[in-house]
């Protein structure tokens, strides 16, 4: 018999994982929303040409990673799954003339990107991104508010020692000659560059400079430095970007080696790291400001920046930092009976408790009630509510499985009792703790 798994690099998230999933998407959500930034969703893929336009023909994305559709004769275009989400919400913002709106258009989006990479620890093929746009603001103040946001993310989801890396790659008027003169300097150097690297020197030079290869690492540091060479207005607003993190209170390391991949990127480009692992490509997150973009995929000039901070590798750093698995999810009450065949009696009233927001679980096997009592326990439930005899009064036994307690309710009130002695409950927990955190002699 065949055996089905899921495809290489990409993995299933069951229910003991997806509850860590589930917080860190609110707290995404959370995030935006406290920020002003709106939720957007586009599709998970699009024409090829959007990303290789907006990524860059001459990307490892594009060139290697692209997860690419075959096309299907009847409409003869190349589509191809997203591999990261600015080229496709920009695509968006243009067609649907989201120009004419009030700018920045700031936008959040949380899912699933595609890479065909090598799969190994911390990259897969199918990975997540929470990712924030600001289309419209030349900054510089909102390039220093976004990535306040970035690190915010990262210590509410409970992270520490996220290291902020910074660097200006400039814009069209500087650029070019700073890419002329990298591109010299290499050249010169050319008998010390691996055959990779001095392959594409000639297509993508700036790549050069963020690569891992130790050999390059020890020339790069005497690389010409792009922040040496930046033109006026983009050295003003690189320093005006510092200015407004000291003011915010990020701290930040400057990082001349530090170009991101991605062609349409200008000027402010920044990865979050923990620290010390800034070698190991194992960027928590990154983004950066993309002037040029919405040019390039057909709309006015306009610019905009944005960051992707993947998710994956959040939850690898909270775990290897010891963070706590979230709580399972436990059913507040669980309705069981004597009569293991009357299905029908406690589905129907879990189905009314469930009407009334009470999150309830009916035993529909045909076990006997001492089983049906252990597996409501098991599940953590708070109550068991038992059907027996009482049931021709009109009345169920409510067993508190947390106090060991047990009394008789009628049916018509059983929710208003439940959700009033849950909450009364819960109450009584919050009290507990905050007296301990308190540590103070008990006032009464
Ligand atoms: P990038 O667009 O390459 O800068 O990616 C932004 C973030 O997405 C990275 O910092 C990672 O956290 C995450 N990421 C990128 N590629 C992968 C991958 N193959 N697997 C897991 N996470 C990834």
């Given at each position: 018999m065949t055996t089905f798994r899921a495809a290489r690099g990409t993995r299933d998230l069951l229910p003991t994982e997806t509850p860590r999933w589930s917080a860190l998407e609110r707290l995404a959500d959370d995030l935006a929303t406290r920020y002003g930034y709106r939720r957007i969703e586009t599709p998970m893929l699009e024409q090829t040409a959007v990303f290789e336009r907006g990524v860059g023909e001459v990307t490892d994305i594009v060139e290697k990673e692209l997860f690419r559709i075959a096309p299907r004769s009847e409409d003869g275009e190349s589509w191809s799954?997203?591999?990261?989400?600015?080229?496709?919400?920009?695509?968006?913002?243009?067609?649907?003339?989201?120009?004419?709106?009030?700018?920045?258009?700031?936008?959040?989006?949380?899912?699933?990107?595609?890479?065909?990479?090598?799969?190994?620890?911390?990259?897969?093929?199918?990975?997540?991104?929470?990712?924030?746009?600001?289309?419209?603001?030349?900054?510089?103040?909102?390039?220093?508010?976004?990535?306040?946001?970035?690190?915010?993310?990262?210590?509410?989801?409970?992270?520490t020692g996220v290291e902020v890396l910074v660097n200006s790659i400039g814009d069209p008027a500087c650029r070019p000659a700073y890419i002329a003169e990298?591109?010299?300097?290499?050249?010169?150097?050319?008998?010390?560059?691996?055959?990779?690297?001095?392959?594409?020197?000639?297509?993508?030079?700036?790549?050069?400079?963020?690569?891992?290869?130790?050999?390059?690492?020890?020339?790069?540091?005497?690389?010409?430095?792009?922040?040496?060479?930046?033109?006026?207005?983009?050295?003003?607003?690189?320093?005006?970007?510092?200015?407004?993190?000291?003011?915010?209170?990020?701290?930040?390391?400057?990082e001349p080696g530090l170009v991101r991949g991605l062609d349409y990127y200008t000027r402010t480009a920044f990865e979050f790291y923990i620290a010390g692992r800034e070698g190991q490509?194992?960027?928590?997150?990154?983004?950066?400001?993309?002037?040029?973009?919405?040019?390039?995929?057909?709309?006015?000039?306009?610019?905009?920046?944005?960051?992707?901070?993947?998710?994956?590798?959040?939850?690898?750093?909270?775990?290897?930092?010891?963070?706590k698995p979230a709580a399972a999810i436990a059913p507040v009450a669980v309705v069981v009976g004597a009569d293991p065949d009357d299905t029908v009696g406690r589905?129907?009233?879990?189905?009314?408790?469930?009407?009334?927001g009470i999150p309830a679980r009916a035993e529909l096997g045909r076990r006997k009630l001492g089983k049906q009592l252990e597996a409501?326990?098991?599940?953590?439930?708070?109550?068991?509510?038992?059907?027996?005899?009482?049931?021709?009064?009109?009345?169920?036994?409510?067993?508190?499985?947390?106090?060991?307690?047990?009394?008789?309710?009628?049916v018509a009130g059983l929710a208003r009792e439940i959700a009033r002695a849950h909450a009364a409950h819960r109450h009584g927990l919050a009290e507990q703790g905050a007296a301990g955190a308190a540590r103070g002699p008990d006032p009464a």
């Open positions: 799954l997203r591999p990261e989400p600015t080229a496709g919400i920009v695509r968006a913002y243009v067609q649907h003339g989201m120009q004419t709106w009030p700018q920045p258009v700031k936008l959040a989006m949380t899912g699933p990107m595609f890479r065909y990479d090598r799969p190994q620890a911390g990259r897969y093929r199918q990975f997540w991104q929470f990712d924030i746009e600001a289309i419209g603001d030349a900054g510089p103040a909102i390039d220093a508010e976004i990535i306040e946001l970035g690190t915010r993310f990262y210590a509410e989801a409970g992270l990298l591109t010299g300097w290499y050249r010169e150097r050319g008998t010390r560059l691996p055959p990779f690297e001095l392959e594409r020197l000639a297509r993508n030079p700036l790549r050069l400079l963020d690569s891992k290869d130790p050999a390059m690492v020890a020339l790069n540091a005497d690389a010409p430095r792009i922040t040496d060479r930046l033109c006026d207005d983009c050295a003003q607003h690189f320093a005006t970007v510092q200015e407004h993190l000291h003011v915010l209170g990020v701290p930040f390391r400057l490509q194992q960027a928590l997150g990154g983004g950066g400001r993309y002037d040029g973009l919405v040019e390039l995929l057909g709309g006015r000039p306009t610019p905009g920046i944005g960051f992707g901070i993947g998710l994956d590798r959040l939850l690898i750093a909270l775990d290897e930092q010891g963070a589905l129907r009233i879990a189905t009314e408790l469930r009407a009334t409501a326990a098991r599940d953590q439930a708070h109550f068991a509510i038992i059907l027996g005899d009482e049931l021709t009064s009109g009345d169920v036994q409510v067993r508190d499985l947390q106090a060991g307690t047990q009394k008789l309710v009628p």
